[in-house]
Each structure stands twice: as structure tokens, then as C-alpha cells.
């Protein structure tokens, strides 16, 4: 009796071990995550047409002539050297690299980009596209540029050197974020010392047009 007692129990002990067993071959985790969707960086390609260089306005009347030149790499100067052409009433031309500067070319913080390449040789003259017609019939040039590590870009020292400045009077403005006027200037008035230079000035991008003004008529040119 007590044989078939303990064999009852051991079968039954048994069964417990192989269902135990048998639940436990089921229970692995669900580790499957859903596969990543992989979406790159795109750059959306630069569809802004190229802007065709300013055509001559017309000369101011009585007075002097005068001529409003600027070179506008990102068009903070462009807007700074219309306001100043219209409320004198001047001529204006827009300095126009042969080979336009990419967002790449501007890139300050890549040693090897081409401004900064420019910027590190003071012989670099980076050829411009077209011509002041007449020059000689000015008699005041304003000459208007960015300014790029404290200094007028290479393509303002092509500028000058490109014409006779001799008597006449030449006063340059530029436009910085941060950065002062300075001697922003020096090589240009180096390269044409015949010509008389009065005080420059600096604007932020957004000065108005009565800023731009006050400074101007401040010159006592006329």
C-alpha cells in the first residue's frame, strides 16, 4: 500500500517538472524592434538666379558728381549703397566678381575656403566683371564693401587700382555684424593716395535710410 502510495506521488511530482518545463520554452522575451527608418540629410539645391550688376542711374544735378560703387558679397552692402545713391542723387555701380563667391567660398571658418585664401594673400586680386564707363567725370566716389577679417575684400584693392583717382574725393562705408570701421581702408587709400580721402563710415545691415543719409550729408561734400 505504501508502494503504490509513493509511486502515486512520484508521477504526480513528475507531470508538475515536465509541464513547468514545457511553459518555460514559450516564455522567451519579446526583444523585436520595428526596423528604423533611415532619412538622410538633404540640401535643398540654390534655384535664386544670379543677379545682374546695377545699371548706371542718373547723374546728380548741380554740385558734384558723384559716383556710389560697392561690392555686395551677401547684399547687406547692396542695400546700404542704394539709400546712399538715392538720396544723393548719384550714379551707382555695383562691383561684380568675374566668378561669383558660393555660400562654400564665404565659409570664414574653413581656412581653405577662397575668402579666406584671398584674405591671407595681400597680393590677391580676384578679377571683377566690367567696367566704370567715364570715371574720369566723377568727382566724388563712395566706395561701399562687407567687411571681412577687419578688412575691405581683395576685390576692393582690383578696384582701385583699376582707375585714376587723382583729385578726386573718395570716402568708403562698409557693413559688419559686430565689427568696427577701423582701418578697414588702409590699403585702398595706400593704392590711391593722389586722391583725398574723407572718414568712413560703418552700418549695420538694417540702418535706415535716414541713418544713411545724416552721415552723408554730415560729409559737407556739396
Known amino acids: 500500500m505504501k508502494m503504490k502510495k509513493f509511486t502515486a506521488i512520484l508521477l504526480t511530482a513528475m507531470m508538475v517538472l515536465s509541464l513547468a518545463a514545457c511553459g518555460g520554452e514559450h516564455e522567451a522575451p519579446d526583444n523585436t524592434e520595428p526596423p528604423r527608418t533611415g532619412t538622410g540629410d538633404t540640401q535643398t539645391p540654390d534655384t535664386t538666379p544670379e543677379k545682374a550688376p546695377s545699371e548706371p542711374s542718373e547723374a ?45 567660398d ?29 570715371m574720369e567725370q566723377y568727382d566724388v566716389v563712395f566706395i561701399g564693401y562687407p567687411i571681412w577679417w577687419g578688412e575691405a575684400p581683395r576685390i576692393m584693392s582690383t578696384f582701385i587700382e583699376s582707375y585714376d583717382f587723382s583729385g578726386k574725393m573718395l570716402v568708403a562705408f562698409c557693413t559688419s555684424a559686430s565689427s568696427g570701421f577701423g582701418r578697414s581702408d588702409s590699403a585702398l587709400r595706400s593704392a590711391a593716395s ?19 543719409m545724416a552721415w552723408a550729408n554730415g560729409l559737407g561734400i556739396n
Open 60 to 104: 546728380s544735378e548741380g554740385g558734384k558728381r558723384i559716383l556710389v560703387a560697392y561690392f555686395s558679397a551677401t547684399n547687406n552692402t547692396e542695400g546700404i549703397a542704394q539709400k546712399l545713391a538715392e538720396g544723393l542723387g548719384a550714379d551707382i555701380y555695383e562691383i561684380t566678381p568675374s566668378e561669383p563667391y558660393t555660400n562654400a
Open 106 to 134: 564665404l565659409d570664414y571658418g574653413n581656412s581653405k575656403s577662397r575668402s579666406s585664401v584671398e584674405m591671407d594673400d595681400p597680393s590677391a586680386r580676384p578679377e571683377i566683371s566690367g567696367a566704370v564707363e567715364n
Open 194 to 212: 593722389g586722391a583725398t580721402w574723407l572718414d568712413g563710415h560703418r552700418f549695420s545691415a538694417n540702418a535706415s535710410a535716414d541713418d544713411v
